[in-house]
Structures are given as structure tokens and as C-alpha cells.
């Protein structure tokens, strides 16, 4: 994160006070001024002007009411829609900020607030300019941000000026677009990191309802233990609901110190409108470590009798290590003389975007695209490998479900449309939208939909999904093969259907004689 402006700081005025910033020898309807200064939104820090002066101004008739104060801050150059320009061309060499103008808007007497008004205009510029859709759902963004000032003015606590930011944010009818208190936005860092204390349940929101449901639990964690599945819709968690609320403010009530509990309340439906029932569990909170990978060697017996080895790797979240320790786990696998891989991503939900990336060219080679984005202008960018050198060759399948997201769906379509894995399972979860982070001066961030992603083959992910080359059932099968004395976790593996297609189908591969 940049540092903000020097050349600015916060106003304060005798009466009502207010942000006004003077670009030019325009000035009008100023009859007392005192210099002061405002922080630069740090999206625009490039080339903020030394020079740009920053001036408040109080009338000289008796302070204005609300209704005066509403009503005067929607006429012309004193609008929000103008003060937010203002705010722009102070430090953007754009030519669309080239006008000279006057403009002011009021702040508030609670520190606290005021400090989020603050924040409100840096996220307000960094959807701005970043936002993956140029017309804001067709809406006119400066004027939602006159609209949230006005709200935002009179409130007393912070908490509440986060409401109308989120408010702010929910009419671009993006759910992934937010922001996380700085509270979240550790927690969520906390995550990434793979380590964090509370039931083990990933949860997103749905994007076509807006409701939460779950993606997966981790192996062996309290939520997991209870019996919750993906799907599940979260209704309540200790007695509150949670309408409007985002995935990461529910992740934080999930989370607490181990020992402690915390009470979830789900819905469960077959999909067809019957047999739907609630279900309310108290679940320890435990740490919970996210191990991104687990292994095994699968032995495989080959339609002609040989018995080969199955390297089995299943990536459970995209964290920071993930790529490291895929590398070492091929390394390990090829060691022990693998023959072919199947690469496990159901139930993963995504994460960084990068190491999802950086996964896939453990497998590839050459100058292979990976993915393509879309930017807010409709241009597609690809992005490639340079020289790349895959760790092995062997014939790979991937195993893909609906809780497969994110960062999962582009290693599967970067593997699957360069040629070099067959897909086994069942459609994915369809969330084709590329987010940054930014974190704010407050410590808060703001997660910004920045593109859309196509895959190599340009297939449109978002809302769709990639539907696998071969489907597979999810129930485990009663008859398993052949297994390894003491191999329980094998066992389990073989006795599962999609493993067993998997098999088939390198089975298939070996047979042309072609390691895909």
C-alpha cells in the first residue's frame, strides 16, 4: 500500500465542515477560508500536483440544516459527483480530469467516521478506475458516492459508515466485489498463510441467489466431524442471521480461539423444492491447519496384468506454499517410480489466483497459454509460460466437482485445453471473476472484481462452470480393489468411483500410448 499524499491533510471548520479542493483561479461563493489539506486517494499517488491546494470554507449566514446541506450538495460544481472528480485530477495526469473546478463536500465531526469517509473515497477511486464493468450496473458512480456521503454524515459509529461503503458496493451487483474490516482482512491473511483457529468450513456466496452455502470442510475438522456437506446453505450462526452478509464477515463470526464454540444453522435441500430440513449444530472451534497437499501411491493393475503405481495428489486450497510443495511431492512421487497422476481439485475452493498459476507449470511445457483475461475494455490478454519445463510427463487426470472455484478451474482448464489432462467428474462451481487486493489506509481491504477469465480454449467459466470429459458418480462403491496391506487412506481411495474412472481413463492413455 502506497502512502498517502503529504501534501494533504484534514479539514476542520467552525461550522459545518467541508472538503473542498481548488484546482484552479475558479472560486465561488467563498467568503472564509482557512488552508488545509486532504490524503490523496493512493490509487492516484503517480502524480499527485505539490501545488493543488485544499481549502475549507465556512458561510457567513447561520449554519445549514441537513435539508439545507442535502439540497446544497446537489447543486453543480458543489455536488459530490464534482468533489469526487476533483478528488481524481488531483493527482491523475488523465485527460479526462483536465477541467479546473471547485468543489466541496462536509465532514463529519465523529473522528470515527470521519475516518471512514476516508476510506469511502479510496475505495470509491479504486472501483473507479479498476472495475471490471465501465458503466458500474449501469449506474452513475459519482453520484453514488454524493448519495453515500450524505448518508454516511450524520452517523456516529464506524461500524455503521462500513454499512453504506457495503451498501455502496452491493449495487454493482458483483458479490466478490467488497470490502473486509482490518479485523477480517488479518483473519483472512491468516488463512492464505494456512493456519487458522475455528470449524474448517469454506463458504462463498452464491452468486445468482446471494446466499452462503458451503463449499467443503476440511478433512477431519469439527464441521466435517458434524456431518455438513457442500451445498449446505448457512442460515444463522450463535442466533443472528446472516441476509446481506458477505463471506468474509461470516468467516469471521465462524472463526474464535480453539476451545471455544460457536452454533451454525443450515439448510439442506435435494435441489427439487422436497425433502429439504434445517440443521443446527454447536461445533467446537479447533485449529486447523491447511495442509494444502496430501498424497499416496495407488498400486493399479493394467488390463494386461501389470501392476503399476498411481501417484494420487490432492490440492486442497491454493495457499502460499501449495506450489512449493506440489513440486516436492512430484519430485518425491517420481522417486518411487510413478507411472501416471491423478490430480484431486474437487471441493477445492480457489484462493491465489498466482499459485494456481504457478501449479500449472509444474505440469506443462514450453510457451503454453495458462489463461486469458478480459479487462473492463473488452481486452484480452494472454497470459503464457516462458520456456517451461514440466517435472514429469506421465499421464495425468484431474478430478473436478461443483465445489471446484476459482483458482481451481483455471489449473483445470489450463491442463485440460493444452492437452495435457483428461477432466473426470462433475461440472464445476463457475466463478470466472479475477479480484485484486487492496489494502486500505485503515488496514481494512478492498477486494475489487478487476476481469473476467477465459481459459486457453476461450471458454467463458463464469456462471457456467467446465463440464469434465467423463463423469463419475460420488458414491462410495462396496466392492474395492486390490489394495495395499495397511493402506487404509488407499482403501478408501479405491473404493471410490471417480478414482476408479480416473484409472480407466489411464488406463485409456497408455493403451494409445500417449502421455497427455
Known sequence: MEPL?????????????????????????????????????????????????????????????GHDLIKSLTKGFVGFAAAATALASVCSDSPAFAESLTVAFPVSRAQEV????????????????????????????????????????PLKSADAAYGKIRGMLSTLGDPFTRIISPKEYQSFRIGSDGNL????????????????????????????????????????????????VDSE?????????????????LHR???????????????????????????????????DGRLTKTGYVKLSTFSQTAATEMKNTIHEMENLGVQSYILDLRNNPGGLVKVGLDVAKIWLDGNETLVNTVDRDGHMSPINMANGHALTHDPLVVLVNEGSASASEILAGALHDNGRAILVGHKTFGKGKIQSITELHDGSALFVT?????????????????????????????????????????????????IMVAEHELDIQESKGTAS
Open 5 to 65: 499524499c503529504p501534501n494533504f491533510d484534514l479539514l476542520k471548520s467552525s461550522s459545518v465542515p467541508l472538503f473542498s479542493h481548488r484546482l484552479s483561479s475558479i472560486n465561488r461563493g467563498i467568503s472564509k477560508r482557512s488552508s488545509a489539506s486532504f490524503p490523496c486517494v493512493s490509487s492516484y499517488n503517480r502524480n499527485c500536483n505539490p501545488q493543488a491546494s485544499v481549502k475549507t470554507e465556512a458561510p457567513t449566514q447561520q449554519q445549514p440544516t
Open 114 to 153: 470521519n475516518t471512514v469517509q476516508r476510506t469511502l473515497v479510496e475505495a470509491w477511486g479504486l472501483i473507479r478506475e479498476t472495475f471490471v464493468d465501465p458503466t458500474f450496473n449501469h449506474q452513475d458512480w459519482d453520484l453514488k458516492l454524493q448519495q453515500t456521503m450524505v448518508e454516511m454524515f
Open 197 to 244: 483457529q475455528g470449524i474448517g468450513l469454506f463458504i462463498t456466496v452464491e452468486p445468482k441467489t446471494g446466499h452462503l452455502v458451503v463449499l467443503s470442510c476440511v478433512e477431519g475438522s469439527p464441521a466435517a466431524r458434524a456431518g455438513i456437506h457442500d451445498g449446505d446453505e448457512l442460515i444463522e450462526i450463535n442466533g443472528q442471521r446472516l441476509d446481506g
Open 249 to 265: 464477515a461470516a468467516a469471521q463470526r465462524l472463526r474464535g480461539k480453539a476451545g471455544t464454540s460457536v452454533t451454525v444453522k
Open 269 to 303: 435441500g435435494n435441489g427439487s423444492g422436497s425433502g429439504s430440513s434445517i440443521k443446527e449444530v454447536k461445533l467446537p472451534r479447533e485449529l486447523i491447519r491447511l495442509s494444502p497437499i496430501s498424497s499416496t501411491v495407488i498400486p493399479h493393475r493394467t488390463p
Open 450 to 498: 478487476v476481469a473476467k477469465y477465459l481459459s486457453p480454449a476461450l471458454h467463458d467459466i463464469d456462471q457456467v462452470g467446465i463440464t469434465p470429459d467423463v463423469q463419475c458418480t460420488t458414491e462410495m462403491l462396496n466392492s474395492p480393489k486390490e489394495t495395499l496391506k495397511g493402506k487404509s487412506s488407499v482403501s478408501s481411495l479405491e473404493a471410490d468411483s471417480c
